[in-house]
């Protein structure tokens, strides 16, 4: 007899005291994806003050309901400007989340353009690099001890074919997670979560790139079943670990990478 698999719910803010986030000043950048709206929507519930920045067209398809800054994260200079004016507004910066960074089609890296290239990393690692040069001192000005979270993949860790620029894009943020842990502490903590594949408009290219009612890149009922939980991964499966790194219980972890996947990789 065949037993049908248990599937335990994702973390909720819930499953966090109440005030686990109060009064932290925070600011999510990419705010207005999937992961991003479920994110606000939990720490907002646990007593978080938060800001968000994001294309301009993600915040015009998505308002966020909370101050937010338009800008291109692949422009250093919009992107200092807009995390300034969140500093100013939310009256300084404890914790910021970078949820920054999108995926284009597969692609043989022998095959992949030029141009697709530049456009990855660009998007993807310079993106983390400019937002974390910006961030920082606002971090470090903190009382309560910065903190800051980029979002990694597992694809950086673990290769897999026709990924293009995208796995080495997210290799090196993870590297850049190490260094700039190693660079900032005791005063400011940097990690990393790493989702697999997450049903949200990502899988459609991301939220202000894409339409995002087209065919997703995976089957998500056809990717479930490859993973040994059992399912594709929904946002608060993400924010959960996310908003663990961003509360007192995670004051120990600096440096470090979540992966969240479901079993599929295993370092």
């Not at 398809?61 to 937010?68: D, Q, S």
């Not at 914790?95 to 141009?115: D, E, H, K, R």
């Not at 597992?154 to 190693?182: D, F, S």
Request: hydrophobic share 45%.
């Amino acid at each position: 007899m065949t037993t049908a698999p248990t599937f335990h719910p994702p973390a909720t803010a819930s499953c966090w005291a109440p005030d686990a986030l109060s009064g932290l000043r925070l600011l999510v950048a990419g705010g207005c994806g999937g992961i991003g709206r479920e994110l606000l929507s939990q720490a907002t519930a646990l007593g978080a003050r938060v800001g968000v920045i994001d294309l301009p067209a993600s915040i015009s398809a998505h308002p966020p309901g909370v101050p937010n800054w338009a800008c291109d994260a692949r422009d250093a200079a919009s992107l200092a400007g807009a995390v300034d004016a969140a500093a100013q507004t939310l009256g300084g910066l404890d914790a910021c989340v970078n949820l920054i960074g999108f995926m284009t089609p597969p692609c043989p890296l022998a095959s992949t353009p030029v141009q697709t290239w530049d456009e990855v990393i660009r998007g993807n690692l310079d993106s983390a690099f400019y937002m974390s040069r910006a961030v920082l001192p606002h971090l470090q000005a903190s009382p309560r001890g910065g903190n800051l979270v980029h979002t990694a993949s597992g694809l950086g860790a673990w290769a897999r074919p026709n990924y293009g620029g995208y796995g080495p894009a997210k290799a090196g943020l993870i590297l850049l997670t190490r260094e700039l842990a190693l660079e900032n502490a005791p005063r400011v903590r940097v990690n990393a979560v790493a989702p697999g594949a997450v049903d949200t408009a990502f899988l459609r290219g991301g939220t202000g790139r894409s339409d995002e009612n087209a065919a997703p890149s995976v089957d998500p009922q056809a990717f479930g079943q490859l993973v040994p939980l059992g399912r594709i991964a929904v946002p608060a499966d993400v924010v959960g670990p996310t908003i663990f790194l961003l509360t007192p219980a995670s004051s120990y972890l600096t440096g470090q990478t979540l992966y969240i996947n479901g079993g599929t990789y295993m370092p």
